[in-house]
């Protein structure tokens, strides 16, 4: 810019001092001509100041371009700053326009709870106005009960009950009927079963092979597989046929463990596990494996049992001791630590009835479990709700009924079940457990309780 300036300084001297120098070679006559090179100073004047003018220029266009070129990167920038702005508010706009569809349905949901709500006091208030009465009507029936019992108090049994007690009647009938019909089938099919013993028992002293398959089978019956003590219905009539014991079943060809149907003498038909053992079958009237079944029951559940056959499970003292009326039993005892040492003893027994307490009375044969149970002494059997004489912390302070004597907790064989090898000696005496000689107290993992006649040899 400055260089232009000059530029335009300078033209206008050098212009001017050409037309002097004309006017004057008009005015006076010279008597020399002017030289030459007066002029070409000038020209050089002239071209040196177009030269600066050029390069002045050509900074300015340098200027310019770069000026130019910073524009358009603004411009660009303010573009792409303008395209972002752009979208960002068409997408506030579509924001806006969705809250306010959302707006919108709130609006409508808040109309529709609205209504809901004044329904639900109306229905409310309905509500409360049929309690009201229907409070009014209970008050109003019992003041009439009342004042009917006071004017008749012989008055008979209303005739809707005794329709109802007909009607309990005939369905009474018809199940003794049906209970009837079933025990019949029961006593034809175990006719059967003794007619097909007896023909394969003839097969047999005759030499004759097996039958075929379309023939009678002689493989022995499958056991009942019954799970729990629920099938201990009274029956008042006869059932011939029926074995007392486990015994009993072993000797009519029954050699597979397993749950079966008895009835000691004098007694109901009731199920009961017989477990196979050295050529004879035990009754087994209690099992523990896993704590599966809590032992902490009632005097009546110790009575009429609990669990599951198939499982854990406790026969009941009244089944156990129809069983052991009959003859002279043998009790059984096997126990499994937690180290899987293995134990048993065996006593001859007697057991008195519900009267006693079911006193249990011992004297050992045989075993290698030290002082499992007091002998010669008279062990009461008492439970948490049913304590005996002279045993009353016992069941409170060790968990599950027991036979129990002068000394709490020493045996307890359906005590708590501690699914881990017990630590402590309290936790060992609320738990399954039993005292050697020396007075150390094991705890226990699995026991079994059986009975069989005393006609059958001891084994260990």
């Not at 009835?263 to 099992?287: A, E, M």
Request: charged letters at 25%.
């Amino acid at each position: 810019m400055y260089t232009i300036k000059l530029f335009l300084f300078i033209v206008p001297l050098v212009i001017s001092s050409r037309i002097d120098q004309d006017y004057s070679s008009f005015d006076s006559i010279s008597p020399e001509p002017k030289s030459r090179f007066a002029m070409l100073d000038d020209v050089k004047i002239l071209a040196n100041g177009l030269l600066q003018l050029g390069h002045g220029l050509k900074d300015f266009v340098h200027k310019t371009k770069g000026q130019i070129n910073d524009i358009f990167q603004k411009l660009n920038i303010f573009d792409k700053s303008f395209y972002d702005l752009s979208l960002q508010t068409n997408a506030i706009k579509e924001e806006e326009k969705e809250l306010r569809i959302t707006t919108s349905k709130l609006q409508v949901k808040n109309e529709e709870v609205k209504n809901m709500s004044l329904e639900l006091n109306s229905k409310l208030e309905s509500l409360l106005e049929e309690k009201i009465l229907l409070q009014q009507k209970v008050r109003y029936l019992e003041e009439q009960l009342t004042k009917l019992i006071q004017n008749q108090p012989e008055i008979q049994e209303h005739a809707e009950v005794t329709s109802l007690k007909t009607f309990i009647e005939q369905q009474d009938n018809s199940i003794k009927d049906l209970v009837q019909t079933v025990e019949e089938q029961h006593r034809q099919l175990n006719q059967q079963h003794s007619q097909i013993k007896e023909i394969e028992n003839q097969l047999k002293k005759t030499g004759i092979q097996e039958p075929t398959e379309n023939s009678v089978s002689s493989k022995p019956r499958v056991p009942r597989t019954t799970p729990s003590l629920q099938l201990n219905e009274t029956k008042h009539v006869k059932y011939d046929g029926i074995p007392v014991d486990c015994t009993t079943i072993y000797k009519r060809g029954e050699h597979t463990s397993g749950i079966y149907a008895i009835r000691p003498s004098s007694s109901q038909v009731f199920n009961v596990y017989c477990d196979v053992k050295s050529g004879s079958s035990w009754t087994l009237i209690q099992h523990r494996t896993d704590g599966s079944q809590n032992f902490n029951e009632t005097w009546e559940s110790y009575r009429h049992g609990f669990g599951r056959l198939d499982g854990e499970f406790w026969l009941g003292l009244e089944k156990i001791y129809s069983i052991v009326k009959q003859s002279n039993y043998i009790l059984r005892i096997e126990l499994e630590d937690w180290k899987d040492n293995k134990y048993y003893v065996e006593y001859s027994f007697h057991l008195g009835n519900h009267e006693t307490n079911y006193t249990l009375y011992l004297a050992k044969i045989i075993g290698n479990i030290p002082n499992a149970l007091p002998e010669h002494k008279d062990l009461v059997f008492s439970t948490w709700d049913h304590k005996a004489k002279e045993h009353l912390k016992c069941p409170e302070s060790y968990t599950g009924g027991w036979w129990w004597h002068n000394v709490c907790g020493e045996n307890n064989l359906n005590g708590k079940y501690i699914k881990s090898r017990a630590k402590s000696k309290p936790e060992r005496r609320r738990g399954i457990c039993w005292k050697s000689q020396n007075g150390r107290l094991y705890s226990i993992k699995s026991t079994k309780m059986l009975i069989h006649p005393t006609h059958l040899e001891s084994f260990e």
